[in-house]
Nanobody, 112 residues
Framework: VQLVESGGGLVQPGGSLRLSCAASGFTFSTATMRWYRQAPGKARELVAGINNRGGSTNYGDSVKGRFTISRDNAKNTVYLQMNSLKPEDTAMYYC??????WGQGTQVTVSS
């Protein structure tokens, strides 16, 4: 299993970013995918999840209404569109599948 995140960076408050996670090594179209994040000194928290066909999604309370998770099963890729970013969204963002598989993470920094 390989998960490769991309799209992180430095953005000003109120800005937007789109994260991508390219997956391989498993049957992507049958898997629920999730995004987590971890800020320094804090526990890892669930940001968003999406079921295998994309028909069901769930979000952490702190990102509801601002972030959108989506997937393209033809491209084996899951996305996280992040709008109205706040400084407290600053964290390393990780793609996840199952209990044990994680990407290397992509850093998101929201600062003026």
């Amino acid at each position: 299993v390989q998960l490769v995140e991309s799209g992180g960076g430095l953005v000003q408050p109120g800005g937007s970013l789109r994260l991508s996670c390219a997956a391989s090594g498993f049957t992507f179209s049958t898997a629920t995918m999730r995004w987590y994040r971890q800020a320094p000194g804090k526990a890892r928290e669930l940001v968003a999840g999406i079921n295998n066909r994309g028909g069901s999604t769930n979000y952490g309370d702190s990102v509801k209404g601002r972030f959108t998770i989506s997937r393209d099963n033809a491209k084996n890729t899951v996305y996280l569109q992040m709008n109205s970013l706040k400084p407290e969204d600053t964290a390393m963002y990780y793609c996840n599948v199952g209990y044990n598989y994680w990407g290397q993470g992509t850093q998101v920094t929201v600062s003026s």
